[in-house]
Every structure is written in structure tokens, then in C-alpha cells.
């Protein structure tokens, strides 16, 4: 079937390449004209401005995003005066779930429906296929289903549960519809959420295992910070990266982050090409934001993202309190490194 | 080569089975005459006591022990006294690292090889393979490769990560000599450290899904608690088991702990079979007490770890005092339930 | 001067008592006569509906609300149409700061004048004082001066910290204008937050001493939980109300909070009274809702939080989750109790 | 009574001028001559050397060390050759509460008295009084008697918890016999534990505040991380040592720690002084050590003590594997500030 896609960032150019391989028609739009101009050369049908774009597009018109979240509202308020009724807008971008209740309601108005897309994948999307979590009406979605069938990593890729004989569904395939408007969003932001969790257990392993031979420095008689009581048991010198690939087989910690954690740590093995701040681009304080809102503990997920936080240095002045006051009442002088 | 192999539990049984499979011999020892007679029937040599289990054994010896790390200071005190200067001990167990360092310095002045070798796999080692982390010297350790090799995945089981070629080791069969005695266990525990917080990541992912559609509930007006601001953002009945599922499938959070989970839900997509009251078998304690004598932050794996503790109500008394200071300086009337 | 006080409570009645015997003329409504009738054989001017209770009021008039968080829009609606422009109206209450912003906006249209005044202080009150963080314009706060101050402490109650000569402000007294509109129930809410980690604080270390005779007990080899390694390291049965008293005189842990906690423990040192499940009443949660939008970690407010989450039983769908994992890849079977 | 004073640091030294002050005759030792001259020229008998010191005191003797935990076995070697059956040693410093197990044992053997004597007050100590947590055998606690009074606060310091009439402990004054040899100083470490919960809980407040201005600033567009959504929340300049100093009056959260913090913040309102890398004294790790032993949840604890390691920049390897990670599955680059 037909496709508009407007975004040709990584994600975007991507899986219009996918799709087009799976047969079907892409119409493309980005601000950039070369990111057009490549896509053209691989077959799309390109447009350079939104008239020319929604004009390229048969009705009902589907038009996924691929934008940052931060600028969705702005490519709707330019887009949705060219759509007509009947037309599909879905956003695969990082949306907050918030934000695809309040525009399914504003696009509703207009007969336009609208259908959110939580996409996982990354930069490996366009070999192993996508992960999509899907919110919206179940007439809207089905009649997508062409589009995420060729982006999800279908069938073959991963053998279903054991046990599902009999109930297949297009979660075995790699996209599932979740729910109403924001469902997809939802679960994407928990996905990401749990992916935040994940990362932070690695990190915390490694690091652990980083630092596993502390006991054979030197340390100087400092009164102020407790000396290590029993060095012996920290003599290990470990190589990171061969424990990464180790532990890819067999072990019950397998994943595709720790693969991913492997190739890092074989081409680097000390990361002293990355200095440790660490970004969040928003699912993480959403999905905390939401376990608070509903009551449900979250401590290993707040954890995760507070790390992040801290490593971009806001908690420094936390520090200082406690600094300040172990001088007030312990007279005790901080030491500067 | 033979291999003698003490505790047939669930995974000495299987690794006695994996091991004769790939055309070693072993000599088989369990205090349940069942167990021996069982592996005795497919091809193992059974004893029954410890003097006949010895001498069914080559010199040098290499005897594997696979029992509970409580017992293996048991075990060693009436196997020791049978073997000869020359002989290996394997312990596969999880124990704790400290206690190799002390054992592998026992058995050094009888002239007794130690080797520690935390092993990964569960009940799907047998088929899967199993993943090992290994301490100890390096000849022993090389003397053990057919053992390890047989038991591991084998480089056909995971491509090796990219851009490795050319230094295959054997990580990438899936056993890893990790340093000197403890390092196997402590690589281990590290490892299940890390479990726990990937367990706990997806736990508390899960639990915010299970939640989502608190909006719906009728909430009696309570002055004790908040209430919830916007229901309208918490109307969702996600199926759990199918999320599970379309995880599985080229998103960043895949892994083979998913896979089960999956297969969990699947089962028992509301999991009322369990009480949620969950045991913790060490090297969660063992993996956070180190960071702790390192000064390394661990706070989501402690994180982990105290989830455990608190599900199985170690933390009641905590709240009661919680309860006792808002009685206190409010007032407030503890709800009942 | 004279106040208007809305909503007899526990509070609003300390309140109004307080600022009687400081000389100020109080008008107080309830929708329950009763609270009215007990204020207006102390002194106060009584009324028992909103027509009434504004009428009793000189322009331009001053009406402080206390009633719960959740009623405070309702209050305002009924409220509203009988205020004139250069009225004041005060929450006292804990209402989220967002609110506030809003509320002060809607006023502001009318004339009206708003204050956010963050109380702290519960049952003692009423003898201590309040503390109070004001929000709102600079000359509204000033004209209430005299009514802060007759709720506050007093610069008597606490001497000011050394140094501070010649700088005195009214936190000497007790209460302070912390800046616009929200900014008293922000630093409130702070507050609270504060009070949430200090409480856990206490909590957990309470808890550790009730549990630090568990190496007396028997225990009962469990292969599914780690045993005690060292039992001879908790054989300690602590009095608790002793400890508590003691650490009130010349320790680096005394406060107003741990001399309630010496108060409950002695009347009842197993606090059997209480099931343990926390209530909490939206500040903490808020807090943490701050702190993440503006990257801030806040990992012991939080995770003080969950706590309470936890105790309401929040968290037990999770733990079925990891119980469910580990039957899957290690065949455990979960102990029931 | 006579008492012998080893170490004459600030904790040593002001406690021999508050014995003295009391009445009591106290002969100290030091390894710096100064230390010692400067109490002689007070009234105490002083001993440069360990014979002298020993020779000073009346047997039975009483010996209080107050010395860092890293060097008490060293003075004990020097100073128990000199020592007679039913002298006492009495422990004052910060101590493993292992040590004192292992060290009363020792010294039983030679019929010398051990008692551990977890000391709190810090260098307020001399004026204030300190409270003393107290672990060994019953008759030597109460022979000491004398001395714990006169370094306890006194019961006219604080007044008893209401409702404690008729039973009047000496936990009123401020010491407390808590139990067998190591008791006292679990206690000690249970209470620098909540320490340092309280710490962290006011450093993450004042932290908030400190940044509630962060939607006044200026943001770049950065793909990398998430903007924030409501800017208009964050607009508050807030002065922190005005805070500090209301909520020491009548507010839930007013304590010693707060009032030493209200000082700091007047000194320093922006604490630049301070780099805030946080040292730790072994209290902290032994509590959760203990903690997770007994299988006892400690989050709080926990969280509060690794903000001090991740301060002091332990935790930035895991920030490294962290950027890697985002690097290898979205091609995120990091940012560098």
C-alpha cells in the first residue's frame, strides 16, 4: 500500500527503505532536500514542500511521522489543513502518551483519525525490523496493517512461545495493537523504562568489575573516608570485554543490549572515549512520572534515571550540603578530589 | 576425558548428560542411590560412597562438585582425605568467592588443584549449554578445556560480535578463564547481581502495566491518601502476555529472561499461581557487599535486592514505625488495608 | 486583625484558637455547625453558611482556607462570587503549587488577591506554632504580617542560628515569603518530601535493630534462600523506646521527629497497633514529580516514597513477576510464606 | 572517678576538659607531646609515653581509647602487656562492632574488662554533652558509671518523652547500656546509618530548590535530551538559608542537622566552598553490610551512602558503559558537558 513519510532522519529513511523493499509505496517529505533527493534515487516518490506532499498521497492519505517529539505539533499545524476526512496521521515518533489523548481528540474533530506508534529498534531497524507498539481504533490499525507487518521483524525472526500454538497474533510478528489513543505511546515509554532499568544493572556490573582490583593500590591513611578492611579480596584484574562475550551464550543474563555491550567494550575496552554524561530523552521520566501518578513502586527505574541525572552533574550541590555539614558538625574537611 | 561429578541435582544430573553426550566418561556420586542409578542407566559409572567414587576416578582425579554452596565444606572434608597431590576440585556451585580463596589455600597444601567455576544455564542448560566463569591457575584450567568446551554453547550457538575475528578466545565457545582463584565466583556473582536487576527492571515495567487502568476504579474520597489527579490517563487493560511477546521482537529490551517471562504469562497472564514472596540465593548480597567494601554505587542492584527482602515482609516493622511518627505528629489514623 | 477562617479541622480550629488568645478577631465557617458552635463559645464570630460568613467580614477582607487539598476549587466557587476586588484569599492547605498558579491567575481577573501559605506544625500547633512558607505578591504577604506572625513560633522559641545578627527576618519567627505565586507550597512541599526521606531514615535503622537478633533463631535450611553466614553477629535483643530516648540528648540525629518516635515506642514497643501500610498525601509524590522534570536526582525522596507504595501492597504484582521467572529458568519453586 | 584518656584528637581532648570540668581526674597520653602538654596545663596527669601512663592509674584501671578504628589494635598491643586482670578498656572511637566481638574476647583471656562505647556529639560534644551508646558486661557498664554521666548531656538537657514517668532511665541522661560486647557500637553504626539517611534527605531537598529556577534558563535544542515540558513551574529564586531557617521553627522537619545546615547556608548561602565530593567513615557501609546480612530492606540507607561514592566519582565507569550502550543501538553521540 501507499505510505507518506515525513521525517528522514535515521529512523525515517530507514524504514522507508524497508518498506519500499516490501513492495510498498513511499512518499517522502523532509526539510532537507538531499535527505529527499536519496530517497528518490531509491524509488520514493519525494516532495520538497507539504502541498506538494499530501498532493502525492491517494485518499484515505496515511502519513506517519518520524519527527522529534519536540516539533510534532508544528508539522500538524502545517499538515492537517491539507488532510481530509477518512485520512490516518500516525505518530512513530517518542510522543508522551498525554500529547496523542489530546491531538486523537483535536484530529477527531476534523473526521482525521489518529493512531500512535511506539517504534523500538534503533539504528538496527532496517535489518532485524521494528518493534512496534500501536495505540488507537482497531479499524484504523487493521487497516495499517500492511505497513507494520513489513516493518516488524515478522515471524521467522524469533520462534513464538512455546505454548502459543493456536493463538497466533501479530505480536509474533512484532507489533501488537496495545489499546485506545496513547496505548502505544504507553507501553513504549514502560519499554523504555525498563530499557533505562536494564542499561543501569550492566553499568553497575561492569563498573563493579572495573573497579574489582582496588585493592591492589596504594591508599593513603586518610581519616576522613574508611579504608578498605580486607584488600586480599580485590586483587582481580578482569577483562570487560571478554566477560561481555562470555556471558552472550548460555548465561541468564543474555540480551541484545549485552550484545551490544560486547562490541563496545571489544572496540574500546576502557570507554575512555566517552566521559559518562549520560542524556534521557524523556520516556524515562514519564514512565516514573506515571508509577507515582498510579502509586506503584518504581525504584529500580527512578534509580536508573537518577544516575543519568547525577552523571550530568545535578546532584553536585546535593554534595555540597553534605559536605557543609559534615564540616559543621564534624569539623571534618572535605577533601578536593 | 573422565570427569567425576559429585550432587545430581537438576544441573549435575544434566551436565553428567550434556558431558557423556559429547563422549566423556563419568563417575557419579549423590547421597540418593536413585540419582546415581538414574545416570547410571545412560551410561555414567555410579557410586554410592565417597571411597568407591575415588577410586572409580583416574589419577590426576578431576572431580566436579555441583551442591549447594552450604554443604560444599561438608563434602570437601570427606573427599579430601581420598585424593592425591596432582587431583583437581571443581567446585560449580555458587559459592561465595571468599570462601574459594580460603579453600583453594587448603587444598594447595595437599598439593589439590581448586578451580572455581560459576556456572549460568538453569534447567535449559542441558540443551542450551552452559555458560561458565572460571578461576583458578592457568595450566589446571587448560587442563579442564575439554570439560568446559563440551559443557558450554560452542562458537556455533551466538556469532561472535563483530570486528573480533581474528582473536577468538574461549568466550566465544561460552567458558571463560576469568583470573585466579575467586575470580570465577566472583564474575559469577557479579553476573547474578546483575540479574537481579534486570529481573526487577522488567518486574517493575510489568507491574506499571498491570496498573494502567487504575483510572477506571472507583476511589472512595480518602484524607489519607491522594488521589489521583487525572484518571483519564490511566484507562488501559493492557494483555500482558502479548506485550511480552511483541518485545521479543527487534526491540531494545529482547533477551532471553523476556523470552521467559513470555512464556510465564502465556501461562498465567495474571500469575495468580504465585504469592510474589521471592527467595534470594546470595550473590545479590555477595555482589552489593562488594561494592560496598569498594565504594562503588550499586543502587539498582541493592535496589533489586531489597525488593526481595521487602516481599517477603522484612520491611513490615519499617512501615509500623512510618505509621507510628504520622500518628504522632498528625494524627493520622493508619488505614487498615 | 481580622480573619476569616474556612474549614474547622483539626488545623483550621488550632488556628483560629491561636490567633484568638494572640488578640486577632476570627470569623469562622464549617459546613458542620457543630465546629462552628465549639469556636463561637471561645470568642469567634460564627457562621454557618458562606453569605453569612463573608458578610461578617470587613473590606477588604482576609479569608484563609484550610480544608483538604481536593475540596479547595469547590470552596473557591462558592467563595468567589461574594469577594470583592482588594480581598484576600489564603490556602493553607497542601495544595499542589500548580494549582496555586492557576488560582491566583483566576483571582487576579477578579481583583482578588491570593496567598499560598505551605503550614506545617499538626496536632502541636496550636501550642509550638506554625511554620508557614508564604507565596504571593510582596504588599499582600506584608498586610498579613501580623496574622503569620501570631501563627508562627515566635522569635522566642528557637534562638537564630549564631551569626545572623543584624540580618533578622521573620523566619526568625517562623514563617517566610519565599516568592511568588506557588512558592510557599512549593518549598511545603519540599518540605514534606524532606520529611518522607527522614522518616525512612528512621525507619530502616529501627528495623535493622528490631531484626538484629535474627541470628538466635532456628532456621530452617531453605535451598531457595540464602542462609545467615555469620548468626553469631546478630544475637542482639535492642529496647528500642531506651534507644530512641537516648539518641534524643547530644547525638547527630536529634529531632522533633525522633522525639514522636520515642513517644510511640514507649507507649507501645512493638508498635503492634499498627499493620504497617502507609498513607501518603501527595507532597512526596510531587516532590519527586519536580525533581524529574527539572533532572534533578532525588533517589532517597523517592525511594522514601515507594516505600509507603510498597507497604499499601503496590508492588505485589512485580514480585509475582520475578517468582514466575525464576520457576522458569531455575525450576524455583516459591516458598509461601 | 580516675580515668585514662588515649588520644587526645578533638573528640579525646574535649572529653577529658568536660570530665575534668565534672570533677573527675583524668591522665591522658597522646603521641604528640603538645596534645598532652595543653591538658596538663588544665589539671590532667599527662604521659608521653604508654609506661608512664599506665604507672599513673589507680588499678582497677580504667583506659577510655579514643582513637581512629584503623590504629585500636596497634595501641592495644603497646598498652595491654601493661594492663592487670580487671582493668578495663574501654573503646570509644568509631569501631567495626566485629572488632569489639573479637577484642573482648581476647581480653577476657587475660581477665581485662572490654567495653564499646559508641560515642556521638561531634564538636559540640564538650558543651553539649555526648550521647554514648554502650555495649559489654553489665557490672563494668555500671563501675563506668560516673564517667558516662558526666560526658552525657544530663537530664536536665532535654526534657523526658511525655508518659516515661516512674520508669527514669539513664537514657534520660544520654547514655544507654544497649547490650553485650558489640552492642554499642551497632547501635553507633545504626545511628550514623540514619545519619546519613537524614543528611541525603536534606541535601536532595535543598537541592531541588536550588535548581527550582531552571525554566528561567535559556535551553538549546538538544536532540539528546528531553526539554523541559513546562517551564512556567520552574521560575523560583529561592534563598536557602532563609529556608532553612524557618523550618527551624514549628515545622515536622526542625533538627540538630537542620539547625547546623540553617549555619551553613547563612555562612555561605551558595556553598562554593565546597567541591562536594563526600567522604564516608564506615558507619554507613557496616549498617547495610548488616542490612542485607539479616535480609533486612535498607534502600534509603543505601541510596544516601552510595550518592556519597558516586560524589567522590566512583560511579563513572558505569556512566561510560551507559553512553556506549545509547552510542551502539541509536548512534546517540554524548555530549561532552
Redesign the interface.
Known sequence: MQLGMIGLG?MGRDMVRRLMEKGHQCVVHDSRAQAVDELRSQGAAGATNMQEFVAALKAPRAVWLMV???VVDEVLQSLLPLLAAGDIVIDGGNS???DD?RRAEQLKSKGIHYVDAGT??????YE??????VGGETETVQHLAPIFAAL??GDA??A?????AGHA????????H???H??GH??KM???????????????????????N?GKQEHQ??????????P????????LA??A????????????????????????PV?DR?????????EG?W??????????????????????????H???????????????????V????
Open positions: 535515521r522529534p517529539a519536540a508522551y502518551y498525554h489523548i523500538s529498534g534503533g539504528v538496527f531497524g532485524r525490523g521494528y518493534c512496534m507498539m516488524a521483524p525472526a524469533v513464538p512461545s512455546p505454548g502459543r497474533t501479530s505480536a509474533e510478528q512484532g507489533y501488537l496495545c489499546g485506545p496513547g496505548a504507553f507501553v514502560v519499554h523504555n523504562g525498563i530499557e533505562y532499568g536494564m542499561m543501569a544493572a550492566y553499568a553497575e556490573g561492569f563498573n563493579i568489575l572495573h573497579h574489582a582496588v591513611n586518610d581519616a576522613e573516608t574508611t579504608p578498605l578492611r580486607e586480599q579480596y580485590y586483587q582481580y584484574d578482569f577483562n571478554e566477560i562475550e562470555v556471558w552472550r551464550r548460555g548465561s541468564v543474563i543474555s540480551s541484545w543490549l549485552l550484545d551490544l555491550t560486547a562490541r563496545a567494550l571489544d572496540e574500546d570507554l566517552y566521559a559518562g554524561n549520560v542524556s534521557d530523552s524523556g521520566r514512565t516514573v512520572k506515571a508509577a507515582i501518578d498510579m502509586a506503584v513502586p518504581a525504584p529500580v527505574l527512578s534509580t536508573a534515571l537518577y544516575e543519568r541525572f547525577s552523571s550530568r545535578m546532584g553536585d550541590f546535593a554534595g555540597k550540603v553534605l559536605s557543609a555539614m559534615r564540616q559543621q558538625f564534624g569539623g571534618h572535605e577533601r578536593k578530589n
